[in-house]
């Protein structure tokens, strides 16, 4: 089974972006270790980050994966389009943030996805995806190794 990961907007600066929110792993480290949980977990995992909102919703699009975990960063309290281009594919997700966005400001508080989501993870850093991975996983119903 494939999985894809989104990844939204400043994700890219992770490692040095905020650390008090956000950690000190790079998106390099986190898709790395993700992945090799994914190769453990007879799970192909995909990955896509960018900072503009019509590549991500066209990576939705075209994507064949049966599970999407997504961190639609900024995206998450701003974008009808890309809600709409996930309830479109029909694939069911796992939204994650690193930082716990409902002890931040009240803006962050309201999500245009997990109404839809299977689950939301958030404030959990890092791990959190891949606490995602892993109910993907069960989801799923991929065999162990
Ligand atoms: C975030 C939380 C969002 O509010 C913020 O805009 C981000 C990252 C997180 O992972 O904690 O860019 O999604």
Not at 17 to 39: D, K
Not at 122 to 132: D, I
């Amino acid at each position: 089974a494939k999985v894809l990961l989104v990844n939204g907007p400043n994700l890219n600066l992770l490692g040095r972006r905020e650390p008090g929110h956000y950690g000190h792993h790079t998106l390099e480290q986190i898709v790395s270790n993700l992945t090799q949980q994914a190769v453990d977990t007879n799970l192909q995992l995909e990955h896509i980050q960018s900072n503009a909102e019509h590549v991500l919703i066209e990576a939705i699009h075209n994507t064949n994966a049966d599970f999407i975990i997504i961190n639609p960063a900024a995206f998450t309290h701003t974008s009808v389009a890309l809600r709409d281009a996930i309830l479109a594919v029909a694939i069911p997700f796992i939204e994650v943030h690193l930082s716990n966005v409902h002890s931040r400001e009240p803006f962050r508080q309201h999500s245009y996805f997990s109404d839809k989501a299977v689950g939301v993870i958030c404030g959990l850093g890092a791990q959190g995806y891949q606490f995602a991975l892993q109910s993907a996983a069960a989801h799923l119903k991929v065999p162990t190794k």
